[in-house]
Each structure stands twice: as C-alpha cells, then as structure tokens.
C-alpha cells in the first residue's frame, strides 16, 4: 500500500487539532482524478471547520477546499499524466478530504487545467480567490464598469483580490480597514477612497456619495449588513460574502423596516462553476504578466500547517496564505 503524508483533523480545536499522519493514497475511479499537490491556499472556511462552527463536516477529515499541482492519475482518460491543474470546492476538503495532504482525488468536473509560468507558490494562492471574488463581482453584484462599490472587509484577502479585480474592470472601489495606519497601503493598491471602520458608516459614506454607493460588498457579514444596506442607492445590490465578523445570523432582522426602499439583499456562495476555465486562465495570466497584482501573505512549508493557522486566529496575515507541498511518494 502506498501512502501519504497528510493533516488530519479529528475535532474541533486550536492549531494543535490538526494531526499529522500517514494515510493510504486514494484510489480514483472513472470521473475522478488524483492530483499530486504541489500547494494549497489557506481558507476562512476552513478555520470556521477547525473551530468548530461547521456542523455539515464530519470528522475525521482532511480540510482543504483548493490546491494546485499535477495530474497522478485519471482512469476516465479526461486528463494527461503531469497536466498542470487547479481544483476547488465541490465538496473537496468537507464531503470528503482535501488538499491539505500530498494527495487528493477530486470529480473530473472540479479541475481547471492551467498553463502558466507563475511558480507553485504563487499560483497556488490564486483558484478560490480568483473564483470568489468573480462570482462576488459578477453573479453577486451584477457590477459593470463604471459603477461604485464599497468593499467592507477591504483588507482581507479576498478583499483585496476584489479590489485588483474590480480596477481591472473599470469598476471604482471605496475600500474599507479598521487601521488608519492600513489606508496609505490601500490606497497605494488601487482604492478610490478608502474609509476606517468602525462598525457604522453610513454617515462617512453619505457624505461623501450622498445618493449612495452602487453596490456593496460585505464581507464582515452580519455584524455590519444592516449599516451596509444603509449605504447603497436604491436600486443598488449589497451581497454578503463573508462572515469574517463570526456570526452567522441576523437577529430581530425585519425586513420591512431593515432594507431601504429599492435596495437589493443578495448574498454569494457558489462554487466553480461559477467560473470557466477560460476566465480562471484570464485571471492568471493577467497576474503572470502584472496587470493584475493579488495581495499575497506569507507563504508556508507543509510541516507548518499548524503555524500557518495560529496565523490565521491572530488574523495578521495580510493577504492570502499558501502552503507548499514537496512531491509526495512515486507511483
């Protein structure tokens, strides 16, 4: 029997929950296909799995809802042997496990074949991101060039990504930090303004876009919804992403009273088919060639796991966290 090294998480906890251990390499089946993993991006969901706060996961589970490396292993003959590939979500790291391993076997359908010069490190900071803030932007808002959005989050990673990839579609951005000492480098990043947070802003907001903004994005979540609805014109969309602010729900919400007249509540939670291979492939190569700059933060050896999320509980990362994989056993 083969095996793999791999993180494995038996219940809720610290950093300390994760175990590092050796498991059998999966075996595919037609349909599936067996990636060796080169890196994977660190997610908030995940954290919110470690902690506890994902009920649909059981465990014992390999976490990790993305990775980046190359084909093992493809019985259904969709793929080449050492094909360059991203995978994310459908299940990946939740229904069953994930990248946070040497080895992963994922559906056919959740591959993105990818060719580019951008190292492992690098590309591997990019599949969830890039997917995310797409579908935020696009299927989330509906936002056009020329419109206005308020990123509420701004300098989370997938705040920031929002950020390149809205300038990059001639779309104007009001950002968004609890740090007066983080606005010179958001502003350095492309924001057309950006605002200190202090839970309230709709008063700061109006001021200064008395009719409102066009769109918001919230990715603190319920924490800030109702104050962010409060900033967009009527007609405008608000979408909730992210709960970086750790609740889940709403309380006393009512509707009535809570959504100004006209104003869109949506919220974006989808998956990869929300993105085509070809806008996936678009996104990295605009990053390969630097017309699109996607805030990194520190990049991790495998052995690191456990350091790389006590990073993520002091939440000072500042941007997108990747970890690399050295090539697992031969087959």
């Given at each position: 029997?083969i095996?793999m090294?791999a993180?494995?998480?038996?219940a809720?906890g610290g950093p300390?929950?994760?175990?590092?251990?050796?498991?059998p390499?999966?075996?595919p089946?037609?349909?599936?296909?067996?990636?060796?993993?080169?890196a994977?991006?660190?997610?908030?969901?995940?954290?919110f799995?470690?902690?506890?706060?994902?009920?649909?996961v059981?465990?014992?589970r390999?976490?990790?809802?993305?990775?980046?490396?190359?084909?093992?292993?493809?019985?259904?003959?969709?793929?080449?042997?050492?094909q360059?590939v991203?995978?994310?979500?459908g299940g990946?790291?939740?229904?069953?496990?994930g990248?946070?391993?040497?080895?992963?076997?994922?559906?056919?359908?959740?591959?993105?074949?990818?060719?580019?010069?951008?190292?492992?490190?690098?590309?591997?900071?990019?599949?969830e991101?890039?997917?995310?803030?797409h579908?935020s932007?696009?299927?989330?808002?509906?936002?056009?060039?020329?419109d206005?959005?308020?990123?509420?989050?701004?300098?989370?990673?997938i705040?920031l990504?929002?950020?390149?990839l809205?300038?990059?579609s001639?779309?104007?951005v009001?950002?968004?930090?609890?740090?007066?000492?983080?606005r010179?480098?958001?502003l350095?990043?492309?924001?057309?303004e950006?605002?200190?947070?202090?839970?309230v802003?709709?008063d700061?907001v109006?001021?200064?876009?008395?009719?409102?903004v066009?769109?918001?994005?919230?990715?603190?979540?319920?924490?800030?919804?109702?104050?962010?609805?409060?900033?967009v014109?009527?007609?405008g969309?608000?979408?909730m992403t992210?709960?970086?602010g750790?609740?889940?729900?709403?309380e006393?919400?009512?509707?009535?009273?809570?959504i100004p007249?006209?104003v869109?509540?949506?919220c974006?939670?989808?998956?990869?088919a929300?993105?085509?291979?070809?806008?996936?492939?678009r996104?990295?190569?605009?990053?390969?060639?630097?017309?699109?700059?996607?805030?990194?933060?520190?990049?991790?050896?495998?052995?690191?796991?456990?350091?790389?999320?006590?990073?993520?509980?002091a939440?000072t990362?500042g941007?997108?966290m990747?970890?690399?994989?050295?090539p697992?056993?031969?087959?």
């Amino acid at each position: 029997m083969i095996t793999m090294r791999a993180w494995v998480l038996d219940a809720p906890g610290g950093p300390e929950a994760f175990h590092f251990r050796e498991l059998p390499v999966p075996e595919p089946v037609a349909g599936q296909v067996l990636i060796r993993i080169r890196a994977f991006g660190l997610n908030r969901s995940e954290w919110f799995t470690r902690i506890g706060d994902s009920p649909d996961v059981k465990l014992p589970r390999v976490l990790g809802i993305e990775c980046v490396g190359e084909v093992e292993a493809a019985p259904g003959g969709e793929y080449d042997k050492g094909q360059r590939v991203a995978a994310m979500m459908g299940g990946m790291g939740r229904e069953f496990d994930g990248s946070y391993a040497e080895f992963t076997c994922v559906p056919a359908t959740n591959l993105f074949p990818i060719d580019t010069s951008l190292g492992w490190a690098e590309l591997g900071a990019l599949p969830e991101m890039l997917q995310t803030t797409h579908g935020s932007l696009h299927t989330g808002l509906g936002a056009q060039a020329g419109d206005t959005i308020l990123i509420r989050g701004g300098t989370s990673s997938i705040g920031l990504a929002t950020l390149a990839l809205a300038k990059a579609s001639g779309i104007g951005v009001v950002t968004t930090t609890r740090s007066e000492k983080k606005r010179e480098s958001l502003l350095a990043a492309g924001a057309d303004e950006v605002f200190v947070d202090s839970g309230v802003l709709v008063d700061e907001v109006r001021r200064h876009y008395p009719e409102g903004v066009d769109h918001a994005l919230d990715l603190i979540g319920a924490t800030t919804l109702l104050d962010s609805m409060q900033c967009v014109r009527p007609g405008g969309v608000v979408c909730m992403t992210g709960i970086l602010g750790g609740s889940w729900e709403l309380e006393n919400f009512r509707p009535m009273e809570h959504i100004p007249s006209g104003v869109r509540l949506t919220c974006y939670s989808g998956g990869a088919a929300d993105i085509t291979v070809e806008e996936l492939r678009r996104y990295v190569k605009l990053v390969e060639t630097g017309e699109l700059t996607v805030q990194n933060g520190p990049v991790w050896e495998f052995e690191q796991l456990r350091d790389a999320h006590a990073t993520m509980d002091a939440n000072t990362a500042g941007g997108k966290m990747v970890v690399v994989v050295p090539p697992g056993p031969a087959r």
